[in-house]
Each structure stands twice: as structure tokens, then as C-alpha cells.
């Protein structure tokens, strides 16, 4: 008896989702981002952008993440993905794609895009408000990670575009994807 192997499409969402809305393109998401803030403008906010990835039976899934967090008090966040029809098993080419996926997502907020943001806390730097740019790799720099000799390049890329790079342990926010990207991609049965 064969076995029937599934054939995955490629998908490659350019819109958002989170756990209340669904379909949000990137100026729906930086007018959410902007709402988060100026609820309390005084204080300090990471913006992150992150990537992680699974391999599946015929398909590697990868979720992207953009957390907008009040550091100590909340945060705002929405994911897309990302679904290629093969299984990838080199470690170089995961992490090489998971930071291409969160440098093209980091790209969108351009220098116009941060300023907007960066003009609602203005009135607050005084009182310590800030807000810091950043993609979390999911690699670190420890001998016994297998990213290790990958990390520099990476980092290399992102700060690059002028944002903050944080690699583990700091990268804190691709525990975030490391979760949506356990769950294979559910193929739906096709409508006749």
C-alpha cells in the first residue's frame, strides 16, 4: 500500500492576525501600534519583530510576530506566516530565512513609520518614556548552540537596517512563534 504524500501549497500571508482580528494589513497594525502608545505615552516600549520555524512531514511553517511591549506592563501584538512545500533541515537556511522574514516585516516601519511613533512619546522623554527598535533571532552564541556560527551574519543583517539585534538568551519574543510553529499547517479539504 502507498502512502499518499500531501502536497503543501506555498503560502506567504501579507497580512496580520491576532487573537481578536484577523486580516489586518500593515497600516491597520501601525494604527493599533499607535493606539497602544498614546494609552500611555509616558512610559518605555520595545517594538520586536520576530521569526521562528518548524520543520513538518512535507513542509516547514514559519510565524513572524509584531510585539509592540510596554516593557513591565502589556503589550499589543499580531503574527502572520508562512509556509514553504519542503522540509528544511539546514540550520543555516532556517535561521537565514527566519531573519529574512522578520527583516522584510522590520522594513515596513521605515524612517516615516518610526517617526510617527516616536512623536507620540516625545512630549514624555523627560519623564523617561523611549521606545526601541529590535528583531529577536532565534540563535544564540552559546558552543553548544548549533546557530553559533551563523549569529554574526544575522546580527550583521539587522542592525544594518538600523535596528537593535537581540540574540538568546534576550530574544525573548521568539518563545512567542516557537508556540504557532509547533502546529503543523492544517491543509482544508478541497470544496466541490
Not at 502512502?3 to 497600516?27: A, D, M, V
Not at 518548524?54 to 499589543?76: E, L, N
Not at 516585516?105 to 523611549?130: K, T
Amino acid at each position: 500500500m502507498k502512502t499518499k504524500i500531501r502536497q503543501y501549497p506555498f503560502i506567504h500571508e501579507t497580512t496580520f492576525r491576532n487573537t481578536t482580528e484577523q486580516n489586518l494589513e500593515f497600516n491597520d497594525v501601525l494604527d493599533r501600534i499607535s493606539r497602544f502608545i498614546e494609552s500611555d505615552p509616558g512610559a518605555v516600549y520595545d517594538l520586536v519583530v520576530t521569526t521562528d520555524a518548524q520543520t513538518h512531514p512535507g513542509h516547514t511553517k514559519f510565524v513572524s510576530y509584531i510585539v509592540i511591549y510596554r516593557v513591565g506592563r502589556g503589550a499589543w501584538l499580531c503574527s502572520r506566516q508562512v509556509i514553504l512545500p519542503r522540509e528544511i533541515r539546514s540550520v543555516q537556511e532556517k535561521l537565514s530565512l527566519e531573519t529574512t522574514f522578520s527583516s522584510e516585516i522590520a522594513a515596513q516601519f521605515s524612517y516615516a513609520e518610526r517617526n510617527r511613533l516616536e512623536d507620540i512619546i516625545l512630549p514624555y522623554l523627560d519623564q523617561g518614556a523611549d521606545i526601541r527598535f529590535m528583531v529577536d533571532i532565534d540563535g544564540g552564541t552559546g558552543a553548544k548552540n548549533k546557530t553559533v556560527a551563523y549569529i554574526s551574519e544575522m546580527v550583521g543583517r539587522i542592525e544594518a537596517m538600523g535596528l537593535i539585534a537581540r540574540v538568546k538568551p534576550e530574544s525573548v519574543m521568539v518563545s512567542l512563534a516557537d508556540r504557532e510553529t509547533k502546529k503543523p499547517y492544517r491543509l482544508r479539504a478541497a470544496s466541490t
